[in-house]
């Protein structure tokens, strides 16, 4: 009996040595896959770490970031209402340094008039724009020079030295004029506590 | 095309994507430590102005001790009067329990330095005559008792009766700003 030759060849089965090799660089590929799972797996694993690392540090820095800004801040504001209080003092100093009491060289200067001389006339005068200074102006009526060497060592015991000195004797009257400024640099201190206000006193 | 060729298509694609995803996970730990970078930056110099404002901040206490406990011993003294009506009734008050003989007082607003803690006070002008010791012994308590009060300007002449001083006195009295 004669079997045709096709009809046999339809009951071949497939042969895998028929499909042609693959490449070398495709047998490469699995390789590379594996290896790329597992450097993926721990290189992913050590950065997410390191991420995670970093931005619990990020959440640290911004805290003390967030502390050090408001301590600048607060230290700043200190800062300003030291320089404001400072500028307050600063006026007050002046104020007060403007405001000796001139009681004590009026009586220093009239308790210098030796028997025979008498004040005339006496102005003492605050300059409005240094008020520290003082500006004297005296009229003695004395036939002595020297009574006028008497007022000024009262002046000049009370602290102040003239400057600017004008003086004019008469037959019987010496008039003189002088800026008188302190010789001393050291501030007033209040001698009294601060009293309430009288306004209730009868 | 075969199953071979596409099975390597597939696991190379598979690989791709792993290395795609550890780069991408890379990728946020650089820009995670570039932003640490920058608010380490940021925190160090905010650190570096704290300790510059901290530096000047005691310079400036050291340097103002003083005057701030000249302020301290001062300003309560300044805010005992602080109204233009309390200061005129004030002197009012002293002249008359000074039991002395004033033919002129006069009362008005001064202005000082505009802005400063001081920006105006209250001016009396007042006329006396009346003896030396009464007179001078007002003045002195005046001055003890207010010492914040200043004396701007002292007139002193005689009298129309004989023994009596006539006294033309400025005072000023600070009112703070409120």
């Known amino acids: ?202 | 095309m075969n199953h071979k060729h596409i099975s390597l298509i597939v696991v190379a694609v598979l690989a791709f994507l792993f290395i795609e995803a550890t780069l991408w996970v890379r990728g946020k730990k650089e820009a995670s430590a570039k932003a640490e970078q920058k608010v380490a930056s940021e925190e160090s110099h905010a650190r570096q102005l704290l300790a510059i404002e901290t530096a000047n901040l005691n310079r400036l206490q050291a340097s103002s001790k003083d005057l701030i406990a000249f302020l301290d011993a001062w300003q309560p003294h300044f805010e005992v009067i602080n109204t233009p009506q309390s200061a005129e009734v004030n002197f009012t008050m002293r002249i008359k329990d000074g039991n002395l003989v004033s033919l002129s007082q006069r009362y008005e607003r001064a202005s000082l330095k505009a802005g400063s803690s001081i920006p105006s006070s209250l001016r009396a002008v007042v006329t006396f005559e009346d003896n030396f010791a009464g007179l001078l012994n007002w003045l002195g308590r005046l001055e003890a008792d207010l010492p914040t009060v200043r004396t701007t300007g002292v007139r002193l002449g005689k009298g129309t009766r004989p023994g009596d001083l006539r006294m033309d006195l400025t005072v000023e009295q600070p009112l703070l700003k409120q």
């Open chain 1, 1 to 202: 009996m004669q079997i045709q030759k096709t009809i046999i060849d339809d009951f071949k089965t497939d042969r895998k040595d028929i499909l042609p090799p693959l490449p070398l660089t495709g047998r490469l590929v699995p390789i590379l896959f594996y290896a790329s799972v597992f450097a993926a797996i721990v290189l992913s694993a050590i950065f997410a770490l390191q991420l995670k690392i970093s931005k619990g540090r990020i959440e640290s820095l911004r805290q003390e970031l967030s502390e050090t800004q408001k301590r600048a801040a607060d230290t700043k504001s200190e800062r300003a209402a030291l320089e404001e209080r400072i500028l307050r003092a600063n006026e007050v100093e002046a104020w007060v340094e403007g405001s000796r009491p001139l009681q004590p060289l009026i009586i220093a200067i009239t308790r210098s008039i030796q028997e025979g001389s008498s004040i005339q006339d006496m102005r003492l005068t605050r300059r409005e724009d240094t008020p520290e200074q003082l500006h004297l102006s005296i009229s003695i009526g004395t036939d002595s020079i020297a009574q006028l060497d008497r007022v000024l060592d009262a002046v000049h015991g009370q602290g102040y030295r003239e400057i600017s000195p004008q003086q004019t004797v008469n037959r019987s009257q010496i008039d003189y004029q002088a800026t008188l400024v302190r010789q001393s640099a050291n501030g007033p201190t209040p001698e009294t506590e601060p009293q309430p206000e009288e306004q209730g006193k009868s």
